[in-house]
C-alpha cells in the first residue's frame, strides 16, 4: 500500500525539489529509500489498466525560460522609457476671471461659452445712466467754480478781494475737477473689454442680472498661446536646459508634437526629488493642442548622455 502511494505522488511529481515540497524531507528520504525500482515493478495482468511511469519528462528549457525573458525585456525596456520620458499638461498662458469692479445690472453680454472673440472686444456692459448724470453734474459744477477763480483773479488786480478768497476759489476748483476724474473713471467701468484674444470658457452670470463688486462675471481663456507643464526627475538638471528639443505626444489625440524647453523652476521638490519645467511648442503648433490635455514628454537619447 506504501508503495502505490508513492508510486501515485510520483506520477504529479517532475522532480526530486518538488517532491520534497509536497512529502517533506523525512518522506522524500523514505520514498528514496524504499520506493522500487523500474524493474522491480510488477508486470500487469491482462484486463488491468497499465500503470503510469512515475518518470515524467521535464519541460522544455525554451519553454521554462520564455516568461522570465519576455519580464526582463520588457522591465528594460520600461526603464529606458522612464530614463527619458516624462508627463506633461497643456496650459494656457493667458486666462482670467474677470469680475464686476462696480454695482450695477448687465445690459450687454454678447459672447457665449465657447464663442471666440478678439483683444479689445466687449464682453460685459453695465446699465450706468445714474453714473452718467452725476458726471454732468460733476461738470456743471466744475464749470461754476472755475468761472467763480476767473473772476476772483480778475478782481484781485483791483484790489476788491482778498488772497485769501482767491486760494480759497481755487481748491474748489480743483475738488469739482477731481470729483468729475473720479466718475469717469467709473463710468469705464460700465464696459469690461477683452485683454486678450481667446474663448469663453464659462459664463457666471447672465444678461439684465445685478451683480456686486467683485462679482465673477466670465471666465476666459487663450486656446493659441500655450505652454506645457513638465514635471521630471532632478537628476536631469545635469543635462536639461532651456532650448533643449523635445516631443510631445498628446493623450487625447494621439498627435505627436514638437516642443523645447523655455524654463526650469529654480525649486526642487527634496520629497521627490523632481523639478518643474516649462516647454513651449513649436511655431503654428499649439493651436493643435487645447489646454487641460495630457500627455508624455520624450526626450532624444543623446540628450541625456544614454
Not at 116 to 129: M, P, S, T, Y
Not at 214 to 230: G, K, M, N, Q
Not at 236 to 243: A, S
Not at 273 to 289: C, E, P, S
Amino acid at each position: 500500500m506504501m508503495n502505490r502511494k508513492y508510486l501515485g505522488l510520483l506520477t504529479l511529481c517532475t522532480g526530486g525539489a518538488l517532491l520534497t515540497a509536497l512529502l517533506g524531507h523525512g518522506v522524500a528520504a523514505e520514498v528514496a529509500a524504499g520506493a522500487p525500482s523500474a524493474a522491480m515493478l510488477p508486470k500487469p495482468t491482462p484486463g488491468t489498466p497499465a500503470m503510469v511511469s512515475p518518470l515524467v519528462s521535464p519541460l522544455p528549457a525554451t519553454l521554462t525560460n520564455a516568461p522570465a525573458s519576455d519580464a526582463r525585456q520588457r522591465s528594460a525596456q520600461a526603464r529606458q522609457s522612464a530614463d527619458n520620458q516624462a508627463r506633461g499638461v497643456v496650459r494656457a498662458v493667458n486666462e482670467a476671471t474677470l469680475s464686476s469692479n462696480m454695482l450695477g445690472q448687465i445690459i450687454k453680454m454678447p459672447f457665449s461659452e465657447g464663442s471666440a472673440f478678439k483683444k479689445g472686444d466687449l464682453l460685459v456692459e453695465f446699465n450706468c445712466d445714474r453714473g452718467q448724470a452725476e458726471l454732468r453734474a460733476a461738470q456743471a459744477g466744475m464749470q461754476v467754480e472755475e468761472k467763480t477763480v476767473e473772476t476772483n483773479q480778475e478782481l484781485e488786480r483791483f484790489n476788491s478781494v482778498g488772497k485769501f478768497d482767491v486760494l480759497i476759489s481755487v481748491s474748489k476748483m480743483n475738488k469739482a475737477k477731481a470729483e468729475v476724474e473720479a466718475l469717469q473713471a467709473q463710468l469705464k467701468q460700465c464696459k469690461v473689454f477683452a485683454p486678450f484674444a481667446g474663448r469663453v470658457t464659462e459664463r457666471m452670470t447672465h444678461l439684465y442680472e445685478s451683480v456686486s463688486v467683485s462679482e465673477p462675471l466670465l471666465r476666459i481663456i487663450d486656446t493659441t498661446t500655450l505652454e506645457l507643464d513638465l514635471i521630471v526627475p532632478s537628476k536631469w538638471l545635469q543635462w536639461l536646459k532651456p532650448g533643449t528639443a523635445f516631443t510631445f505626444q498628446v493623450d487625447e489625440t494621439g498627435q505627436t508634437l514638437s516642443a523645447v524647453v523655455d524654463r526650469l523652476l529654480p525649486s526642487v521638490d527634496p520629497v521627490s526629488k523632481t523639478v518643474k519645467i516649462i516647454g513651449r511648442f513649436a511655431a503654428n503648433r499649439g493651436g493643435m493642442a487645447t489646454p487641460g490635455m495630457s500627455g508624455t514628454a520624450t526626450f532624444a537619447k543623446e540628450g541625456n548622455g544614454q
